[in-house]
């Protein structure tokens, strides 16, 4: 970082920062502090002493088998949830950087879901997607499936998938869009004089320059479905029917709130922020190489 | 736009068109059941045209509350809402162009363990430090109150990153003639650089706005009170799935009435959203 301090008030400076620092320190790294410290005691069922065990919470976690549902949950989930909401925001980001009429109206239309809560966007589906009174599944129920996310783990799994791909479009469509605009018009005439096809064209030329974007856009949709999705699934599904929809971040919140096994629980807690700190990190080395580049 | 096509751009129309019917269909709905009587909605007979019980629907649902149990009438969930949206948005713009600030015109000491400091916060959302954050909060006895709703949610990198690589952009030379003409640091704050980061600001409270007011998990856990309910929160317990006896029409009001704020932010100040969103995940 370039030092071009000019001010030389250190009290003043140090007026300045310390709200932020204060709020950091209280409200983010002494709770994180916490969960790793947590994460290696084990308390008695009365709460009555903790002993410290090392990483035993850690091997009972890995040995249950809910705790590898979860996880086979959330990136079944994440897969389903980053693939369709990338492929349909690159498909109407592709078609809205056409020069035609009437494309402020549809990028107004277009980024609406973004300004709506996971939860309330979950809410507007459970209401299609109701047994018995809604449009859709009465339509399904109409051709013979017997549509039930209450019941049935995959419809349950469906459904937030929906809500969560709708939540997102905006946010890959905006991208995308951005994307396509800074990619240079010459380069894609040369390509035209050659002859090349729209289809073509595309998948040679556009696809390759817009490569930065779309892994930008990879890293930030799987921290989205792993970590913002909770609204979605307590709203729709509460994780269930039989934890089929609860993800690792859903489990984590369910465990907490039992409250039984606190060592567990921080463990959980534990291992999603190496995750998370793995994403950001592969995110900034993206962000690193573009500035270089 | 690089040569004659056969079918004009009635392809692009098509895609676009689906993809408008798809975003709006499931919103359209949710205002046009708000417009109808619970039983119809209950039958699964809903037209998809207005009906004519809008008024009552949205009288009982802001002021009385739904019927069936003791619930807060939204519109307090409302206030709640846009306290927090607002508290959220003003507080993490105070704070961050302060300490981005300090770190960019000032000289002290610490000052790059205190930017790194700001910037590992960017990798802990609050969903994974949660229940740690939230015993923290309640032995501050901060449960209940809009500090503790606020505060943790505050304190994070991004906007103090904006604003830091902003500042950067600004001349030297602005700083030098500024304190040539007798100005300290204090006023240099006031009259230079707060107005040249207007419009940074405006579009950082568009997208902060969003993210307060669509918060779920945090106030879903700090709030016990029925008046301090977020309208996000409220939702959920208007609707459920395994009760037949959900008053959908109030529930998709309640929906239609979470969704307005933020909408209307976003369409209306489309291009301050657009710029926020861009800048602040870059």
Redesign the interface.
Known sequence: ??????????L???L??F???A??????????A??LW?SFLVQDAFGLSTEFVWFENYVTLLKTPEYYHAIGTTFFFSLLVVFFSLA?GL??AV??N??????QI????????????????S??????F?P????IA?ALQRNGIDWN??LNGNHAMILIVIVAV?NQ???NF??FL?GLQSIP?SV??AA?IDGARPARRFWTIVFPLLSPTTFFLIV?NI?YAF??T??II????EGGPNGSTSTL?YK??LD?KAGSDLGG??AQ?VI??II??GL?AIQFRY?EKKVHY | MVEHRRFGNLLPHLVLLAGVAVVAFPVYLAIIASTHDNTVIANGQMPLYPGSHALETYWNTIVSGAGRTTREPVGSMLMASFIMAVGIAVGKIAISILSAYAIVFFNFPFRMATFWTIFVTLMLPVEVRIFPTYKITSDLHMLDSYSGLILPLIASATATLLFRQFFMTIPKELVEASKMDGAGPIRFFFDTLLPLSVTNIAALFVILFIYGWNQYLWPLLITTRDDMQTIVIGIKKIIDVKDALTEWSVAMATAVLAMLPPVAIVVLLQRLFVKGLIETEK
């Open positions: 970082m370039e030092n071009r301090a000019i001010f030389s008030g250190r003043l400076a140090c300045l920062v709200p932020q620092l709020i950091s320190l209280i409200f983010f790294y002494w709770p994180a916490q969960a947590q349909i498909l109407l078609m809205a056409r020069n035609i009429a009437g494309v549809y990028r107004t239309f277009l980024i609406i879901p973004y300004a709506v809560a996971p939860a309330v966007a809410v507007l589906f459970i209401f299609m109701q018995g009174l809604g449009m009465r996310p209450v709708w479009i905006s946010y905006l991208f951005a018009k894609i005439e035209a930030v921290t970590f913002n909770l609204g307590d709203t729709a599904t971040v984590v919140f907490g629980s921080a807690s999603l922020m998370v700190i950001t962000v």
